[in-house]
DNA sequence: ATAGCATATCGATAACATTCGATATCGTTG
DNA sequence: CAACGATATCGAATGTTATCGATATGCTAT
């Protein structure tokens, strides 16, 4: 309990879209450029941009401009820092808020 | 390439909540029941029946009624399935979609 | 400097999400 | 079976997201 939730929220939401699972997968073998993840899907290129916007200030993918052309790569340490977010909330631990139940049963779980 | 991204999508949206993200950090220690999981938080009763709803909908949470209340608990199959589902797509695979790019530079990467 | 390609931004729209108070349902207990 | 407590559902208000076409910006060659 007392994890920066609002912090993470940003990153999950940039994840729970299709389109952007799509593009972290085309993504996870290697750089690819705009045109070419535009390639592989079926959206307008301003519908792509606007993904790609939320993809990188989310930090889970790097932009790098190359001449007219952005080039993107997956940013693994921060895929692996949501993964290592979830694994922590979704496990036991000391201090945890169950315990301060008012309903406690006497198996000394809650309610 | 080639997941069920739609099926996981619904998962992930209900994990990018703050509200949802705190339930499931308080269920991770054990069961609790609607009313206590109320307590800590600072949302209306039919709000939190929402955000409930939610959860034990994508299985991330399972609900038993007991009496009068509901007892909910937190599903260590479905948190653990969205990560390795995860952590799948961002890992680096055979076949993957970015070596059939047209634009490959000569390190064999994209553009 | 200008024409052309790649990408970003804007404005509109439609769909979806979150919240609440009010009310309904459901189960328990007198 | 009536009253009550716990939870669910409804309807409305408000905010957020995804999408597109049109247009702007920014680079690169010519």
Redesign the interface.
């Known amino acids: ?1 007392e ?1 920066p ?2 912090d ?2 940003l990153v ?2 940039a ?4 389109t952007r ?2 593009i ?10 705009a ?2 993840i535009l ?2 899907l079926s959206i307008s290129q301003s519908t792509l941009s606007y993904h790609m916007k939320i993809l990188s200030e989310s930090a889970l993918v790097n932009a790098v401009r ?1 001449g007219s ?1 952005m ?1 993107y790569t ?1 940013n ?1 340490e921060k ?2 820092d ?2 290592a977010f ?2 922590g ?5 000391e201090n ?4 301060k ?3 406690q049963k006497p198996n ?4």
Do not use: H, P
Not at 89 to 93: D, N
Not at 108 to 111: G, H, S, W, Y
């Open positions: 309990m994890y939730y609002a993470y929220v999950i939401k994840i729970s879209d299709e699972l799509k972290i997968d085309m993504l996870s073998c290697g750089e690819m450029c045109c070419d390639e592989g190359d052309w080039r997956l693994k895929t692996d949501v993964i979830f694994k909330i979704t496990s036991e631990k945890c808020f169950c315990k139940c008012k309903n000394n779980q809650c309610c």
